[in-house]
């Protein structure tokens, strides 16, 4: 299928891409850009209530912005990482994304301001969304959690964060998740061949996010000498996915990361979790907040409220 003509719209004003020009990318120029909410404030959707905070960890005290869709005695609880390729994102940029989660779903949000690369190469960001998991089962009270439904979900590298903090929840057992929801996630780091999935090269320019640029963009969270054949980087390369929390799996069409997510679904099926997924034809990576008041698109945080409340 083609791109959505909104969408086209918007992309056919953009220059075309230099084949001839090296990938360079400053974290610190780029984030100005990437960091930018696609949604006015007063445009985005209202919940009962919005806490910023800090919690205190063994490595870092990490901010975090807890949404309260309603009130009342106590709230399932849905752990949410940004995306923005290890290297980019904050609780203001993907503020658009928590709210509506939220409200659909009536889980109490978590959204958690990992530590970022280069500055903090891996493991930090995975350890920082670890911990802060395991923070919040340890103040049950506080949080009003209902001791019962702790659901973690991301976009993007943050849907890498999700299933690699599955992995270890369950090699830890210092606490039980119960779903995961991973928005068109990258698991797959190492780009040695990018002719392991068709949409590598299908959707290679044109659509964004380019996949001559992911090498670049993963090397920041990759330069502290991580392997990207390490589960815990790549989660797509574990081969045990015995135990893993149900899995919602939202990919789209015209993103380069279509198919490794599609794989790492099929892959939890075969080893006998439930996964439910939903391929969004005609829109980019990325499509959460900035498409989603298309009407193809917009039933995306509805389904996700389902799945959390089966």
């Known amino acids: 299928m083609s791109l959505h003509p909104e969408i086209k719209k918007l992309f056919d004003t953009f220059p075309a891409s230099d084949p001839n020009e090296e990938i360079k990318v400053i974290p610190e120029e780029a984030r100005k850009s990437m960091n930018a909410p696609s949604i006015p404030l007063e445009k985005r959707v209202q919940v009962h209530s919005i806490e910023d905070k800090k919690v205190p960890t063994s490595e870092a005290d990490i901010p975090v912005r807890i949404y309260t869709p309603e009130e009342k005695s106590s709230y399932p609880i849905l752990m949410y990482f940004h995306g923005g390729a290890f290297f980019s994102g904050n609780l203001e940029s993907h503020d658009e994304i928590a709210r509506p989660l939220a409200s659909v779903s009536g889980y109490k949000v978590i959204a958690v301001d990992m530590r970022l690369a280069p500055e903090h190469p891996y493991p930090a960001a995975l350890v920082d969304c670890y911990n802060v998991t395991k923070w919040v089962t340890e103040h049950k009270g506080e949080l009003n959690w209902d001791g019962e439904n702790l659901a973690i979900s991301g976009d993007s590298s943050g849907g890498n964060l999700a299933a690699a903090v599955s992995l270890m929840a369950r090699e830890k057992r210092e606490f039980t998740i119960t779903k995961q929801v991973l928005f068109y996630p990258s698991l797959d780091l190492d780009f040695s061949d990018i002719s392991r999935y068709p949409s590598l090269t299908e959707n ?56 490794e997510g599609e794989r790492f679904a099929e892959n939890l099926r075969k080893s006998g979790v439930h996964v439910e997924t939903k391929r969004y034809d005609g829109v980019v990576h990325g499509f959460l907040g900035k498409w989603t008041h298309l009407d193809e698109f917009k039933d995306v945080y509805q389904r996700t409220g389902e799945f959390l409340n089966k």
């Open 204 to 259: 290679r320019k044109g659509y964004g996010l380019e996949t001559d640029a992911l090498p670049e963009f993963n090397s920041f969270y990759l330069s502290g000498g991580a392997d990207p054949n390490d589960p815990l980087v790549s989660p797509i390369k574990e081969e045990n996915l015995e135990n893993l929390p149900a899995a919602l799996v939202i990919t789209a069409e015209h993103d380069p990361l279509r198919d």
